[in-house]
Structures are given as structure tokens and as C-alpha cells.
């Protein structure tokens, strides 16, 4: 078999048998431990008050702009991993290739800076 | 038939490994960490189960093992009951690529995948998934808000953390955490000191490289002062404020895995994962006596009987055992002269202690001083580092 496949068909079977492993413990517990139920019990942790509405509401929306500048530079990074491998070999041409990119990129950052977008406020 | 041979041979190596983590992070990293926090605010930390505690978080795990696991009415139970499981299991996958040592030619890695260090990262980033769903599933308004901050706290720190990556990647002309290491060997020395071509000159590259990568990898391992998601003053405890018992240890147990894979990674790609120290014998014995010193000092003044000293002194007697052992190894001639491994997991402690260490010495970040960390000092020094030494080494000290 080609060591490629190996090696995936290593990390499928680490996803898989880890998964077991982790409800192991769960399953322990299942057998072992007491079960009561009580109304009060599986009400929701409120520091000790009634619960008031749900949880699943509207928050700030400044979490979606962060993950939205996120998506543009893990992308970016994305594409320098291969790029880091080989420059060495192809040397200062492809260096001052991805210059270009990086700094078309910066200006990106810059333009979400300026626009505040980078605030919390 | 390979196949088959492959399958059980990986299943037990996955039992290996996950027993691994309960045991050498999990439990011994808890136990290290709360005394090692203890030692720092002048206590002592558990001391009464066991030998100097040594079993308190036995005791505890199997304590945890007869909690009843409660599920709140308002959840949502299959992502609730997931959510553990999976910060769990991606805590055990970053470790496919970590390599403990080289015996011979074999090195002890579950499989040198050639995109390692990428993996690392991308399984790093999985732990993101989990928290979320325990945070959003647990309908819970702490929960909710922790699971968020993590949330952004992580894609934020993602980017300096590859950056760091990179840098490394860019240095070795690998991806692979062996081939990492391999680079270093060959070039004699570690990437926090040492480049190739510009040799001592890059120590200010490589130590900005590996701060910001420790950074980053603190924060997305969501430890103190980047604790923001479980800040217990603010959110009771942030995404596990409705687990109990052994789902809440699986949820620790992802942690400490997550946090001692971080320390490990740092030290393969910075500190030369397995590679001996390449010192002369002289400075050696220099070391050795130094600590010896320090011995003698603590013994005679008497204060070695303070149990809050006792751990320096047990250190120094550590530290002057290694360095005799290695001075009189290196005048034999001996290379490599303790097995590769010890030097590894010396390192690897070296770097979980950095951490716990840094829980004590600064305070909690607030969220725009955290965001704004990432994205406009460590993205920025990250990005001109991995320009300027890319400069230096293709054009300026062409090889």
C-alpha cells in the first residue's frame, strides 16, 4: 500500500477508535452512577435565579465580522504552505512573488482597520 | 491481509496514545499544574492522597466516575452529549504527528504524515467545533457567551499561530514534524538560535518566532491571561458551566491534551524536539557545579527544611544529576549520551511549566485588548518576521 494511504487510513482509525476511548468513561458512568430525577435539577444554571427566556438569542454581531476577516487570512495562509516548502528551491523570484500577494493582502487588513472593523466597540 | 494488520495495529496505538494523555497530561498535568500553582502563591498544593499528593487526581477521576451526568430540560441532548467527546478526540488527534524521540533509525511517531505541522494546526483548530456546540447546546446564557468568546478568540489566534507555523515550515522546507527536527540536526542547532546561512545572527528571528507562536498557541489553548471563555469570575465557568462528572473531565482532558501538544509542537519546532543539547563538557560541569552549589547552600542555611523550598532543591539535585551524567557522557564521547526521548519530555515539561507559570504572573485580558493582540500586533510581527528572514535567507545570504 502507498504510505499515503497508510498514513490517512492511521488517522481515520485514531478518529474512530478515539471516539470509543472518549465514551468509554460514559458508559462507566452510565453503569455506576445514581439517576434521580428531580424537576430542579435539570433546570438550567441561572446563578441559583429562575431562568429568564432562552439562551438561544441574538448576540453581537461583531462575532461574525471577526470570523469574516478570519476566512480572508486563513486563505491567505493556506496558500503559503506550499510556498514556504519549496521557496528555498526556486528562490528570490517566487520570494518576491509572494510579496506581491502578502502586500495586496496587508492593504486588505489596513482597509479593515481604518473602517473600524478591528474595534470592539 | 496488510490492511487488516494496519487497522489493529493503528487501533492500538490510538489506545496507547489516549491512554497516554489521561495519564501523563491529564492527571499528572493537573496534578503538576495545582502544585505548581500552589508553590507560586506560597501553599502546598494536594499533599494528603498518596505520596506528596501524587493520587489526588486518581481519587478525583474516580470520584468523577460516580457523578450523576445531568442534562438540563432546555438542551439540546445530542449536541450536548457530543460536544465532550469531540473536544476529546481532538485533543488526541494533534498527537498522530508528534515525534517522542528516535531510537536508532526509528522514530517514535505514529505517522510521519508529510503535511504534519499543517494537520497539527488544522486538528488543533477542530477543538474550536466542540466548544461552540458544548457552548450553544447547553442553552445557557454563561455557555453561551463563553462558547462565543471562544469562538473568536480562536479564529483570531489561529492566523499569528500559523504565521509561526510557517515561519518554521519556511526555514525547515518541510511540513513534516520529523523532517523538522531532521533539519535542525542537520544544520547542529535549534531554530530558536540558529539559522541556515545566517547562523547565530537569526537568534532575534527565531526567539520573535517562538513568542509568537507561544502566544498564540496560549490562546487557543484557552489558557490564563487568555482565559476569557471560562473566566470563572464573569461566566461561572464558560461553555462547561452545565456539564458534570466525566463529561466535564472529558472536557479538561481535550485541554490539558490540546495544552501539552502546544508545548510539544514549540519544542519540535523551536527547541529541536528530541535533539541533545549540543554543549561542550566544560560548560557541563560548569552547570553541574552551579547546582551543586545551590544544594549545598540550601542544606547548610537550613532552609531546605521549609517545604516551600524543597521543590528548588529537589530540582537542583535533578539538574546537577543530569549535568554530571552528561558531562561525563560528552568526555566519553558518547553521542547521543541519554536516550532521545528524556530530552524530548524535558522539554515538553520545560514549556507546560512556561504556562502554568504564566497563569500566575499576568491577568486576564479583556476581549477588545485580546482581539486586538492578535490582529494588530502579533498578525502584523508575525507576517514582517516571516518577510524580513525570507528576505534574508533567499536574496540578501542567497545560499
Known sequence: MPKVIVDWLYVAV???VGTIMAALPLGIVWLLAPRADLPQKTLTYES???????????????????????VVFDVEVIYLYPWAVVFRQLGAFAFFEMVIFLLILLVGLAYAW???????? | MDWLTEILKAALLTVVVFTYLAVVTAMIGVYLERKISGWIQARLGP?????????QTVADTVKLLQKEHITPRQADVLIFNAAPIMVAVAGLLDWVVIPFGRIGERVLVVRDLNIGVLYFAAMASLTVIGILAGGWSSNNKYALLGGLRSASQMVSYEIPLALGILWVAMIAGT?????????????GGWFLFKLPQLDYAGAPFGILAALTFLTAATAEV???PFDLPEAESELVAGYFAEYTGMRFALFQLGEYAEAFAMAALAAIMFLGGWLEPNLPAWLWITLGLA???????????GASRDLLIRPILILAVLGAALCVV?????????????????????????????LIWMRWTYPRLRLDQLLNLSWKVLLPVGLLNLLITGFLITVVRAP
Open chain 1, 114 to 121: 481604518r473602517k473600524g472593523a478591528l474595534e470592539w466597540t
Open chain 2, 222 to 224: 484557552n489558557r490564563v
Open chain 2, 291 to 301: 547546582a551543586v552549589l545551590v544544594v549545598v547552600l540550601l542544606l547548610i542555611t
Open chain 2, 47 to 55: 499533599k494528603h492522597v498518596g505520596p506528596q499528593g501524587l493520587l
Open chain 1, 14 to 16: 485514531f478518529a474512530f
Open chain 2, 326 to 354: 552528561m558531562f561525563f557522557g560528552v568526555q566519553a564521547g558518547r553521542s547521543p549520551v541519554l536516550p532521545s526521548p528524556v530530552w524530548f519530555l524535558t522539554k515538553m515539561f520545560a514549556l507546560v511549566f512556561f
Open chain 2, 175 to 187: 511540513l513534516s514534524t520529523v523532517g523538522i527536527v531532521q533539519a535542525q540536526a542537520q544544520q
Open chain 1, 48 to 70: 441559583g435565579v429562575i431562568p429568564f427566556g432562552q439562551a438561544w438569542a441574538q448576540f453581537n454581531v461583531r462575532y461574525y465580522l471577526f470570523a469574516l476577516i478570519f
